[in-house]
């Protein structure tokens, strides 16, 4: 099916009174991280639904839906690259990453990476060289910045820790509060398979860790524990 048709038929899904939230909850407003996004206002598990319904796809298709102005369409998209990535072999997931990597202006709000960067980019780079992290963790792009850290989530649910931390040290002072939470977020993570480390981490830097990833790294100690973080009795 052509990329058009699958946009009227989303198109032909939305809801106005919903697209007028997703507009004010990710921040489209002039100067906001999310400026000049448009919604069709579909709810995430429908927009999944839709990309069962056209997981066979080709590629092609996907990146153009991949560049479409409306944000459901892009998420459409980007489900569809994992479940293709999910289904394909060693070549046809490389071809992915690529894609994806060369399309990252369009993974442009926090939801789109995150539904997408580590199922791809940490899936793929889970027995590779991972210096693409690295070089993504320094990027301008704010999102390729958030893709480098949410991609070490699929380290992490093995135990793998060590770019988490390398990478969350590295973008300790970055400027974005997107960033903060993602730092904080998967350091959180990092503390569910191996505490002391992410404490020892923690007690390194929390004196000058923004409030906020902080706040989301502390989130599931006991809350005398995390006082003594918030009020810097450590």
């Not at 479940?83 to 992915?96: L, N, P, S, Y």
């Amino acid at each position: 099916m052509a990329a058009d048709s699958i946009v009227k038929a989303l198109q032909a899904l939305g809801n106005s009174e919903i697209a007028s939230h997703s507009q004010r909850f990710f921040k489209t407003a002039k100067g906001e991280y999310g400026e000049g996004d448009i919604f069709l206002g579909i709810r995430v598990p429908v927009v999944r639904q839709q990309a069962r319904k056209y997981k066979h796809e080709p590629l092609a298709t996907v990146i153009e839906l991949l560049h479409s102005q409306y944000h459901e369409v892009r998420l459409l998209a980007l489900v569809m690259l994992v479940q293709q990535f999910q289904r394909g072999d060693e070549g046809q997931q490389r071809v992915i990453v690529d894609a994806y990597l060369a399309n990252t202006a369009f993974i442009n709000n926090w939801d789109l990476v995150d539904t997408s960067a580590h199922k791809i980019v940490g899936a793929y780079l889970v027995d590779q060289p991972r210096d693409l992290l690295y070089d993504l963790a320094q990027s301008e792009l704010l999102w390729e910045r958030r893709i480098a850290i949410i991609a070490t989530f699929w380290f992490i649910k093995d135990g793998d820790i060590n770019d988490a931390l390398a990478l969350a040290k590295m973008l300790l002072q970055d400027e974005h509060d997107l960033l903060h939470k993602a730092v904080g977020w998967v350091l959180r993570e990092v503390g569910k398979k191996d505490l002391p480390t992410m404490e020892a981490f923690l007690l390194q830097h929390y004196a000058h860790m923004p409030r906020t990833m902080l706040r989301y790294a502390i989130e599931k100690l006991p809350e005398d524990r995390r006082q003594d973080y918030l009020q810097g009795r450590l």
